[in-house]
């Protein structure tokens, strides 16, 4: 992504799906090695004139919808994922491994329960368009107002952003216990090693964890958003 980020592109993309879109912008940016899903909407032409690659990538990639992904997979191939592939691709919709007591143990994890992402009164809006709004009253009496606002994204109708206000309020009006990271040693076993090298971003896993004195457990399947690797003489 560095590269990228550090290149611009100067085009006019066609009205298309956001896949083709965005492997036009990565024609113009001279890059090869990427792995598209065709997408599942189709995005209005945006002429890009010396636009930075990378942020020309992620308005097509959020235009699609908030659950589509742009990222650099293990193989360090460009890698976009349609908004309903966390439902449909096997390694998204089925859990992959399971993370906890009796099963693959991991070091720390880091769960959190606030209102910190909660959003109840969205605003989506589409170049050349009217700006959609989806507010719910429950959770802004709970938790007082808190916007959610994005603009120029590359819709191709008011009907279509309204829709993506909704599916944004729908998963961030009410707070969720959160599983922001967890850290576990591959040197422990080799079934550790074969997770540190198999999984990757937007695969499923499920976390199992027992609070002390809690009485109670966080089991909950997650989807994988980043992995880092902290390697050191005899410690990974």
Wanted: glycine share 6%; aromatic share 8%; hydrophobic share 35%.
């Amino acid at each position: 992504l560095k590269p990228l980020g550090q290149n611009t592109v100067s085009l006019t993309t066609s009205a298309a799906a956001t896949g083709t879109v965005i492997r036009e912008i990565l024609q113009d940016a001279d890059w090869t090695d990427y792995d598209l899903d065709t997408g599942d909407s189709t995005l209005a032409a945006r002429t890009f004139t010396n636009t930075n690659a990378l942020s020309a990538l992620q308005l097509a990639a959020n235009s699609e919808g908030i659950t589509a992904k742009v990222y650099a997979n293990k193989n360090n191939a460009l890698t976009f994922k349609s908004r309903q592939a966390i439902y449909n691709d096997s390694n998204s919709n089925t859990s992959q491994a399971t993370f906890g007591a009796g099963n693959l143990s991991f070091e720390q994890i880091d769960i959190d329960y606030d209102d910190e992402l909660v959003r109840n009164k969205i605003s989506v809006n589409r170049t050349g368009g009217t700006a959609q709004t989806a507010t719910d009253s429950d959770s802004i009496l709970n938790y007082n107002e808190k916007s959610y606002v994005r603009s120029d994204l590359m819709i191709t109708s008011n009907a279509e952003s309204l829709n993506y206000a909704q599916s944004v309020l729908s998963e961030f009006k009410d707070p969720a216990v959160r599983c922001k990271s967890m850290t576990f040693s591959p040197l422990k076993h080799t079934d550790m090693i074969t997770q540190s090298l198999a999984r990757d971003i937007t695969d499923r896993i499920t976390v199992e964890f027992d609070p002390p004195g809690s009485g109670t457990t966080f089991s909950k399947q997650l989807i994988i958003g980043g992995i880092q690797h902290t390697i050191r003489p005899e410690s990974w």
